[in-house]
């Protein structure tokens, strides 16, 4: 049976939220983007923490049976995307996420309140 996108968003949410990150936002992308349903941006403080993030949503989405596309940037820990089909997760180090702000490049997509 295959996880729907809302179970692995909430899961990968869970993860980011029990490791700490700072700032989780979810941007719902569904009338936006066929990239993804869902976007998981958050940041943590140090490159350690970064990592920790990024582990703890592969080893989640892993357990769902999720397929992971794709993880990019666990080395540097300054930015880690991680795309887990529907959903994409970004682990930002806390100084890069304010340089980046995809948050205002996705700004015509929904904040998910109460995850």
């Known amino acids: 049976m295959a996880v729907s996108p809302m179970e692995l968003m909430n899961a990968a949410y869970k993860a980011v939220e029990d490791k700490k990150a700072m700032n989780i936002v979810v941007l719902d992308l569904k009338e936006v983007s066929l990239i993804a349903d869902y976007f998981i941006i958050c940041h943590g403080n140090s ?36 795309d887990l089909g529907d959903v994409v997760v970004h682990v930002f180090h806390r100084d890069e996420r ?11 997509a929904k904040v998910v309140e109460n995850v």
Do not use: F
């Open 47 to 82: 490159d350690t923490q970064v990592q920790a993030i990024a582990t703890e949503v592969r080893k989640r989405a892993q357990d769902l049976g999720a397929n992971i596309r794709g993880i990019e940037g666990v080395d540097s820990a300054r930015w880690v995307l991680m």
């Open 98 to 108: 304010e340089y980046y702000n995809i948050e205002r490049l996705w700004s015509d």
